[in-house]
C-alpha cells in the first residue's frame, strides 16, 4: 500500500487522476504503475509484469527502489514491510 508520495502532486494525481505536471502521455501508464505499487504487498510482486523492471538504487538513492514507467520516466521509492514511502516521478536521461 502507498503511504506516503515525495511529491505533492503526485499524490494529487493518484488521489484525482490527473495533474498538469504529468505529461498527458505518461498518466495512464502512471496510473497503472501507481496501482501495481498500491497492491504490492511482497516486493516480488513487483517483478512483474516484467516490463517494471524493478531495481535497486544507489548513491543518492541507496536504500531506494525503481519501477519503469515508460521511456525516461521512473518511479522511485522506499518498501518497507509491504508498505510504499516516498513515491516520486523522476526522469532519467
Known sequence: ???SFKQSWLESFWNSGSN???PADLSVRLIRKL??????NELKDLKSPPSNHLQKLSGDR???LAI?????WI????FENG???D???VQYH
Do not use: H, P, W
Not at 496501482?35 to 504490492?40: E, H
Not at 519503469?68 to 525516461?72: I, K, Q, Y
Not at 518511479?75 to 522506499?78: I, P, V, W, Y
Open 35 to 40: 496501482d501495481i505499487l498500491n497492491t504490492a
Open 1 to 3: 500500500m502507498i503511504n
Open 83 to 85: 508498505d510504499v514511502y
Open 75 to 78: 518511479l522511485c521509492f522506499r
Open 20 to 22: 498538469k505536471k504529468v
Open 87 to 89: 513515491v516520486e516521478l
Open 62 to 64: 541507496e536504500g531506494q
Open 68 to 72: 519503469s514507467v515508460n521511456g525516461s
